[in-house]
């Protein structure tokens, strides 16, 4: 298993460097697709709950404005990020109450709100990788939205299986210790301080050490409560992966919990801080 794991995770930091290598487009054609398997992930697991049925069609639309902001960059249009998002919403909303109304025999209001949160959680959460691309200098900065996420989880990780004794919410992730917590918390503000000073030296890119211990402090929390929140989903469905599509690791959501939370963390704290 730890093989498989290795070499599933060699294999994805490949292709995701190719595709952050490529630009805004591949990022958001990426991204896109990333984001309608993990819908297709969150559907199917909220599925096994008694009497719930996501509206997957409407949901697997809102996978569109992802495209658009990926092309958008090329510079062929203009998009005012707040224009789109309104639009989605309003349009997201309308046809899902339209299927409650004329399919009423299969769906429901639950139905909708399910539909909805998974929206919110995947492809809306996920834009901001994307928008940080989008960002002067966002392909370096979008590798701190990694750093804040698989960072944060590896040095959790390691410091829990040196130090972790007294467990922090063991009846939704009995892995986790106090230990492994602080650990990643500390080990990510290393981390981007580490990514700063690289930064600084060999390509140009002057991010103020505060800042980057500010976002080590913040994405080393969130990061670990995306992670909690998609452990206490699937104890909740019964099920122990969102999916298989990476051997060893699990599905997309398995993949791309912590970076769901961490992605917007980084956005505003880099737009604020500016």
Known sequence: ??????????????????????????????????????LYEFYNAASNIKNINPIKSAGYLSVIPLLILGIEKTGLFRVDVSILLGISVCLIIFLSMSFIVLNHNRYNIIDACVTAFGIAYVPFLMSFLILVRNMEQGGYLIWLIFIG???????????????????????????????GAIGGIIGCILLMIAFGAVCSNSFDLKIPYAVLALLGFCCGIISQIGDWAASAIKRYVNVKDFGNIMPGHGGVLDRFDSILFVAPVVYYIILLLK
Not at 14 to 35: D, E, K, P, Q, T
Not at 154 to 178: D, H, N, Q
């Open 149 to 179: 996420a698989w960072g944060t989880d590896t040095m959790a990780y390691t410091c829990g299986r040196l130090f972790g004794k007294r467990k922090i919410i063991p009846e939704i992730s009995p892995k986790k210790t106090y230990a």
């Open 1 to 38: 298993m730890l093989k498989t794991r290795v070499i599933s995770a060699v294999a994805g930091l490949a292709l995701l460097i190719a595709v952050l290598y490529l630009g805004s487009v591949s990022i958001g054609i990426a991204i896109s697709l990333i984001a309608a398997i993990g």
